[in-house]
């Protein structure tokens, strides 16, 4: 079964944890020093908040639909390729306290789509494999320019994403925002 998935960057966590709480009437049921998320069952959703390292890309980091099984994420993918929308699929990828298989695609108006399978937790945040989404941003980023909000993430054109390189950062990069 699906469930929506939501990832918003904020400039305070402990404020965001305090209205989302209330929002949901629930609190997340994973909180990190940088990251907190809430598994509801109505609305079946997986709402994730993190502190903005780049500092300057807050509100909708992406949005996605995580599935239970390999037989569900293989079937989102075969949907995607019949419809013609490119991905990137990553494997084993280590990103918001998760180890997960996940396919990226970017909507029409930039905004990135993480569809997944968790597998396991992860220890940190972010980051494992060649650069892989270090830093803290999990999302692909749109575009010429977009690098110093991306950290380090792969960068997307319109339907299809490149592969992960740490030139994403460039020279503009907030302090911290990569490794």
């Not at 959703?45 to 996605?64: D, Y």
């Not at 306290?97 to 396919?103: F, L, N």
């Not at 692909?140 to 792969?154: F, H, L, N, S, W």
Request: proline residues 6%; hydrophobic residues 35%.
């Amino acid at each position: 079964m699906n469930r929506f998935h939501v990832h918003v960057s904020v400039k305070d966590l402990d404020e965001s944890i305090r209205f989302y709480s209330k929002l949901f009437g629930a609190e997340p049921s994973v909180t990190k020093p940088d990251y907190a998320k809430w598994m509801l069952e109505d609305p079946r959703i997986n709402f994730a908040i993190s502190h903005n390292r780049c500092g300057s890309n807050v509100g909708v980091n992406h949005l996605g639909l995580q599935v239970d099984s390999e037989s569900e994420l293989s079937a989102l993918e075969s949907r995607f390729a019949q419809a013609g929308l490119a991905g990137v699929q990553e494997h084993g990828a280590s990103c918001c306290y998760a180890k997960s298989d996940k396919t990226w695609l970017q909507d029409p108006q930039g905004i990135a789509w993480e569809n997944f399978r968790t597998l396991s937790g992860a220890p940190t945040f972010g980051g494992n494999g060649p650069e892989l989404l270090r830093g803290g941003a999990c999302t692909p980023v749109a575009g010429e320019g977009a690098a110093e909000a991306a950290c380090c993430a792969p960068a997307v054109t319109s339907t299809s994403v490149a592969a992960p390189s740490k030139t994403a950062c460039g020279p503009k990069a907030a302090p911290g925002c990569c490794g």
